[in-house]
C-alpha cells in the first residue's frame, strides 16, 4: 500500500466496525461509525509500524515494525539478518512500560507480510510461508503452509465461530488454496483444496463472514470471480472494468448480499450478489449473438453502482450500517488520510454522505 501522509498500511477489523492505521509515528485505532479516534500508540511506545492488526474491538493488538524507525527489530546472528517481530500489544495490561504491554512475541528472520486473527488462532504470513499459531494464550504453532511467491501477503481468515477457513494463494499461477483449519492435522502441512480462480498471478482475496463464499482478483485486475468453499464451483464472475487495474480491496457486506471493491483506477465498484439482475450488463446484450471476441464482455455483469476516491490513492473498502431496508452504504478509508462514506440504492444511485480527513482527528487518551 502506497504510503502518504506516513500512512504505511490500513485494515478493518473482522466486522469492519473499526479500522487500524500503520504510520510512521505508531499505530491509530479509528471508529468507523461515527468516525473517531479510539485510541493510539505513538512512536515512543511502539516506533514506526509496517503492519497493524485488530481482534474484533478487544484490547489484542497485533503490530509489526517497519518503516524508517521500526522499535521492535534488531540485527543477529551471524549474517547480519534482521529480525522481525510480530508483538500482541495487550493494553488491558496497567504497566505504562511499553515492553510490559507486550504479552505474546513471534519473531522471524524474514518479511512479516500480513496477519490475521480470530478469537483462537492467529496467522502470519511470509512470502513464501504462512504459519498457524493456537492464541491468545501460550501460543503453540499448530501448522506451516509453503507458498508460491505471495510478496503482498495475501490471505483471508474467516472469523466466524462455525468455520476456521483460511485462503491464499496456490501453488499453481491464478490458483486458490482453501485449508479448514478445524479438519486439518495440527503438526501436519496436509494439502489444502485448490480452485483454479484465473489464468494470471492473484492480486486480491477475500472471504464473506460465514466463510461460504471466496472472491478473488488476478494482476490484470478486470475481473472478479466468487467460488462456493464447499464444491469449489464457480458462482458469478464480476467485471470491474476492461483496462488493467491493481484492485486493492474486495469486500463483502455483512449479509453477502453485495460486494464492493477499491482499485488504483481511484473507483470503488459495487455489486449485488444475491439479486444478480440489479448489476448492469452491456448494451449489446440486448443486440442478440455476437462474435467470440466481444462476447466475454456481453455476458459480463458490471457493478450496479461506483463511486470515485483520489486516484492512484490506495484505499480499503467496507460496507457500512445499513439505515433502512433499501439504502445500504460503503465507507473507503484512504492512505492519503481521507475517509469517504457514500450510500446506494438497489437502482444504482450512489450519493456521497460523508468525508472527512481521520488524520486530523485526535484522542488525547492513549489506547
Excluded at 96 to 110: G, I, L, M, N, Q
Excluded at 178 to 188: A, E, F, R, W, Y
Excluded at 297 to 322: H, M, R
Amino acid at each position: 500500500m502506497s504510503q502518504q501522509r506516513g500512512v504505511n498500511s490500513l485494515q478493518f477489523n473482522q466486522d469492519q466496525s473499526c479500522f487500524c492505521c500503520a504510520m510512521e509515528t505508531g499505530v491509530r485505532i479509528y471508529n468507523v461509525e461515527p468516525l473517531m479516534e479510539k485510541g493510539h500508540l505513538d512512536h515512543e511506545q511502539v516506533g514506526s509500524v509496517a503492519l497493524c492488526s485488530m481482534l474484533h474491538r478487544s484490547n489484542l493488538l497485533a503490530v509489526v515494525g517497519g518503516g524508517v524507525n521500526p522499535k521492535f527489530s534488531e540485527i543477529s546472528g551471524a549474517f547480519n539478518e534482521r529480525m522481525v517481530s510480530v508483538l500482541i500489544w495487550d493494553d488491558a495490561q496497567e504497566s505504562r512500560e511499553p515492553k510490559d504491554k507486550v504479552a505474546v512475541e513471534f519473531t522471524f528472520t524474514k518479511p512479516v507480510l500480513a496477519v490475521r486473527m480470530r478469537h483462537d488462532k492467529i496467522i502470519i504470513v511470509l512470502k513464501n510461508r504462512i504459519y498457524v499459531y493456537t492464541f491468545p494464550d501460550n501460543p503453540v504453532k499448530l501448522f506451516e503452509f509453503d507458498t508460491r511467491d505471495n510478496p503482498k501477503g495475501l490471505c483471508d481468515l474467516c472469523p466466524s465461530l462455525e468455520k476456521q477457513l483460511l485462503v491464499f494463494p496456490g501453488h499453481k499461477c491464478g490458483s486458490l488454496q482453501l485449508v479448514d483449519l478445524s479438519n486439518t492435522k495440527p503438526g501436519t502441512s496436509s494439502a489444502p483444496f485448490t480452485i483454479n480462480a484465473h489464468q494470471s498471478e492473484i492480486a486480491c482475496v477475500a472471504l464473506n463472514q460465514p466463510g461460504s463464499v471466496a472472491a478473488s482478483a488476478s494482476r490484470k485486475g478486470t475481473l472478479i470471480r466468487l467460488f462456493d468453499t464447499t464444491t469449489r464451483d464457480k458462482l458469478v464472475e464480476l467485471r470491474r472494468g476492461t483496462d488493467p487495474a491493481t484492485l486493492y480491496c474486495i469486500n463483502f457486506s455483512h449479509d453477502s448480499s453485495f460486494l464492493c471493491a477499491s482499485s488504483d483506477k481511484g473507483t470503488v465498484h459495487i455489486f449485488a450478489l444475491k439479486d444478480t439482475k440489479l448489476n448492469r450488463r452491456s448494451a449489446l446484450a440486448r443486440v442478440g449473438k455476437v462474435g467470440p471476441v466481444i462476447g466475454q464482455y456481453v455476458d459480463s455483469q458490471w457493478s450496479l453502482a461506483s463511486f470515485t476516491v483520489p486516484a492512484e490513492c490506495a484505499c480499503i473498502c467496507a460496507f457500512g450500517k445499513n439505515t433502512s431496508k433499501n439504502v445500504n452504504s460503503v465507507i473507503a478509508i484512504c492512505v492519503d488520510g481521507t475517509f469517504h462514506k457514500y450510500v446506494f440504492t438497489p437502482d444504482g444511485n450512489c450519493n456521497r454522505e460523508a468525508f472527512d480527513v481521520y488524520l486530523d482527528i485526535c484522542d488525547d487518551d492513549d489506547f
